[in-house]
Nanobody, 123 residues
Framework: QVQLVESGGGLVQAGGSLRLSCAAS????????MGWFRQAPGKEREFVAAVSWSGGRTSYADSVKGRFTISRDNAKNTVYLQMNTLKPEDTAVYYC????????????????WGQGTQVTVSS
């Protein structure tokens, strides 16, 4: 059974940093793209960042470009999201996911999802 478990969320002041981790179990995903999405209250889930299976290709939403960095460690079956210079508008539940294929920025291309971790940025 595939499981994705996120950790690292919490409450932080604006301008601060957090590092999210997502550990996958049940199978290896070294050939699949992985990504992070987020959903704020009253809003639809939106793409945040994606990384290819090798880690060599990444993509970011314009709203987080230059502040967030996605990376992965295939030996640990884990994907990370380093979030710097956080803003109140970054407040959301953050979800990690595994893509059906190599790389995608569309939620429809992701088959496995974690339960989410709350990130709250105070002003």
């Amino acid at each position: 059974q595939v499981q994705l478990v996120e950790s690292g969320g919490g409450l932080v002041q604006a301008g601060g940093s957090l590092r999210l981790s997502c550990a996958a179990s049940g199978r290896t995903f070294s050939n699949n793209g992985m990504g992070w999405f987020r959903q704020a209250p009253g809003k639809e889930r939106e793409f945040v960042a994606a990384v290819s299976w090798s880690g060599g290709r990444t993509s970011y939403a314009d709203s987080v470009k230059g502040r967030f960095t996605i990376s992965r460690d295939n030996a640990k079956n884990t994907v990370y999201l380093q979030m710097n210079t956080l803003k109140p508008e970054d407040t959301a539940v953050y979800y990690c996911a595994v893509a059906r294929n190599g790389f995608s920025t569309s939620a429809a291309s992701y088959d496995y999802w974690g339960q989410g971790t709350q990130v709250t940025v105070s002003s």
